[in-house]
Nanobody, 122 residues
Framework: QVQLVESGGGSVQAGGSLRLTCAASGFTYCMGWFRQAPGKEREGVAAIAADLHTNYADSVKGRFTISKDNSKNTLYLQMTSLKPEDTAMYYC???????????????????WGQGTQVTVSS
């Protein structure tokens, strides 16, 4: 019964910033951001648990920040110091149950948004 809608993607030059938003129609306990570049496997970027514990892929640590607003049932990904290799379709996802620690494994997720494109040029 969970629906997820991403927004905030766009084109930016290297070193720039973007903030992605995922609006959830139903309450979710654990959520995450994943990305997929053309010809590549989908990979976990960042995840956050109901208790706000977070987990990040090594490639984005120190540059990306995941957060959520429980009152708005909204997930965010603040991306800074963007690199061309960050170019991908970004998806938000949710898990039906709990997660401990927050998971970066796509197989753990039950609900997916349609994605928002992020393009970083050099």
């Amino acid at each position: 019964q969970v629906q997820l809608v991403e927004s905030g993607g766009g084109s930016v030059q290297a070193g720039g910033s973007l903030r992605l938003t995922c609006a959830a129609s139903g309450f979710t306990y654990c959520m995450g951001w994943f990305r997929q570049a053309p010809g590549k496997e989908r990979e976990g970027v960042a995840a956050i648990a109901a208790d706000l514990h977070t987990n990040y892929a090594d490639s984005v640590k120190g540059r990306f920040t995941i957060s959520k607003d429980n009152s708005k049932n909204t997930l965010y990904l603040q991306m800074t110091s963007l690199k061309p290799e960050d170019t991908a379709m970004y998806y938000c996802a949710a898990i039906r149950g709990g997660c401990r620690p927050p998971s970066l494994n796509l197989v753990d997720y039950n609900y997916w948004g349609q994605g928002t494109q992020v393009t970083v040029s050099s």
